[in-house]
């Protein structure tokens, strides 16, 4: 008879579970008792709980900056719809817009008013307008804003002929319009 140290069969049993023959021919069970089974169940949950919050931030902030993008491309629409007229009016408006596919209102509102630029004043550009817009909504519990701000120079009926027709003798008058580009 060969005698053995170390047990080395397996049999079928529970998970983890396994009976090993020793040379005395008895049975010793080996395996996992339910307390390690606990506490390496209470070590994961431990693990898990911080990337479970991790995974819930990163999908707000996904979230939030989908809203961000969405309230940007607004605000920019409505600043090329003021920047499209020839000369943008002063005074305020405002609107809504709805995004149908996730049924948030982003509510806008623009401002034009008169910019006097000190610098630009001693380089005879007059007619600075600031046009400024603002996109708000709710996000979550309070309210989130995106806003953007530009300048424009309001050319006056002389600039604009020049400008317009800049090879036109009877308006060729270079020292009307200094060369100048915001």
Same mark, same amino acid.
């Given at each position: ?26 049975? #010793?069970?080996? *395996? ?23 995974? +819930? ?14 309230? @940007?491309?607004?605000? *920019? ?19 809504? +817009?709805? /995004? ?12 034009? @008013?008169?910019?006097? +630029?000190?610098? $630009? #004043?001693?380089?005879?550009?007059? *007619?600075?307008? %600031?046009?400024?817009?603002?996109? @708000?909504? %709710? ?11 530009? $300048?424009?120079? +309001?050319?006056?009926? *002389? #600039?604009? #002929?020049?400008? /317009? ?18």
């Amino acid at each position: 008879m060969v005698r053995r140290d170390r047990p080395y069969r397996r049999q079928a049993g529970w998970i983890g579970m396994s009976h090993s023959h020793n040379t005395s021919g008895g049975h #010793e069970p080996s *395996g996992f008792t339910l307390m390690e089974i606990l506490v390496a169940l209470c070590i994961v949950l431990i693990a898990l709980v911080p990337l479970i919050h991790l995974h +819930v931030t990163s999908i707000r902030m996904i979230d939030f900056r989908s809203h961000m993008a969405r309230a @940007t491309l607004v605000a *920019g629409d409505r600043l090329a719809e003021v920047l499209a007229r020839d000369v943008p009016e002063l005074g305020k408006s405002s609107g809504r +817009v709805k /995004d149908e596919t996730r049924g948030t209102v982003y509510h806008w509102s623009s401002v034009v @008013t008169d910019a006097p +630029v000190p610098a $630009l #004043e001693s380089a005879r550009l007059m *007619g600075i307008r %600031q046009v400024h817009v603002d996109v @708000t909504w %709710q996000d979550g519990e309070r309210e989130a804003i995106v806003s953007l701000d530009t $300048l424009v120079h +309001v050319a006056a009926r *002389g #600039e604009r #002929e020049i400008l /317009d027709n800049p090879n036109d003798d009877k308006s060729n008058n270079k020292a009307a319009l200094p060369r100048t580009h915001l």
